[in-house]
């Protein structure tokens, strides 16, 4: 089993950055690929980020292309999610999803494990 468990949401304004972590244990590479999701209030959940543990290769969604950023330490068995220039369309709860599918243009389908969500407000 995979257990992951997000962190580093908050309130914050347009314009500002925040760094999500997603802290992962028992079999995390049974995981080959990591994600980012987010569901905002009245909309469904839709991708946003994937790398894989084995490679530095990355897949962005384009409404957060250029601004966002994912990466993984191995060894921490962590991904990250560094997302600058926040809008307040980016507020939403964003969800760390591991996958066994090789794929980065992930779909809600291809996930194996979910974490319970971040809660990121960019707001005025």
């Known amino acids: 089993q995979v257990q992951l468990v997000e962190s580093g949401g908050g309130l914050v304004q347009p314009g500002d950055s925040l760094r999500l972590s997603c802290a992962t244990s028992?079999?995390?590479?049974?995981?080959?690929?990591m994600g980012w999701f987010r569901q905002a209030p009245g909309k469904e959940c839709e991708f946003v980020a994937a790398?894989?543990?084995?490679?530095?290769?990355?897949y962005y969604a384009d409404s957060v292309r250029g601004r966002f950023t994912i990466s993984r330490d191995n060894a921490k068995r962590t991904v990250y999610l560094q997302m600058n220039s926040l809008k307040p369309e980016d507020t939403a709860v964003y969800y760390c999803?591991?996958?066994?599918?090789?794929?980065?243009?992930?779909?809600?389908?291809?996930?194996?494990?979910w974490g319970e969500g971040t809660l990121v407000t960019v707001s005025s």
């Open positions: 790398i894989r543990w084995s490679s530095i290769i990355t």
């Open positions: 028992g079999s995390t590479f049974s995981s080959t690929t």
């Open positions: 999803a591991g996958s066994r599918s090789n794929g980065l243009q992930l779909s809600i389908h291809d996930i194996d494990y």
